[in-house]
């Protein structure tokens, strides 16, 4: 099984809400890649070349951005890095979450031109990063989904379209219609918290999407393609520890009002059925290499909520617990998933 050389470059950072956690999953990945090369896409866009040692060494990396001290290369944009790189013969791990790095912007400019990388393709990452597309692509899947309303925000739009939406169901989740992470997850339950909601958002100008909320156990799934194909991992649960909570950045990162069981305590019928799910939203949604997605099992049965692309990596991540119940080493993971990625093909 090949191993990480000076061919592989770890891309990770970015300019979204997602940067620290994507730093935390490099740092996870480095520790298995000792000779591969290491990039940090900065806040600001431009991408500078890091020690691993570096990397390694930065402390409480969800709460305290890294700032790099060194700067074995400099590139002032990611067009800039990418064409250093281009005619060289290397493969990308793809160490980013949210953003740019995770809605196909990226992917796709490394295939048009021509450099290797891990995960899914840029069409299938912003199909599955849109959730409203995600939703429209598994409508003919068997898969139930949530009633949901795509809405937006934005000075001189009363949200008379969501209120209606609210009246209809009771109680909705509301969430960035293009986002990560739990990030400005809500859930509204009368006129008085939506008023409160809007009044915060009304001035973002952005997409969210409103879901009928169904109440029941939180699941996720991870699957990934390995020499002998593609296979589901584990099953994962969610559990809320604090009424009232939810599943959001604090919660999925910092672990306040959450616990993560992993597997989680089902039947093997169950899992038979999110394992299912987590296949056909990937094939669906033509993802490739690996993905994770998320389940509610409400009392009517399982319901799709989304798919993640590029999941996390961390050393806490749902991905790297999952593949630890199944006894697959991150090393292994690894490999296989830069071994796929050697083998792209470019139009």
Known sequence: MPQCDMSVIVLFGGMCSERLVSVASAQHVAAECS????????????????????????????????????????WPCIDAALDAVAKEHCVFFLSLHGGEGEDGTLQKKLEQKKIAFTGSGSVASAAAFDKEIAKEKLCNSGIQLAAALCVHTGVGNDGKLLREFLSRHNRIVVKPKRDGSSVGLAFLDSEQALDAWWKKVEAEDRDYIAEERIFGREFTVGVAEFENGLRPLPVSEVVITNPGGSFDYDGKYLGRGTKEITPADVTNEVQLILQNIGLTAHKMLGCLGYSRTDVIMGPKGAYFLETNTLPGLTRASFIPQQLAVAGITMKQFIAAQLNLARGRTFS
């Open 35 to 74: 000779d591969a090369r290491f990039w940090f896409w900065s806040p600001e866009g431009d991408v500078i070349e890091v020690s691993r040692d570096e990397i390694i060494a930065h402390q409480n990396p969800f709460k305290v951005p890294f700032l790099p001290r060194e700067r074995k290369f400099f």
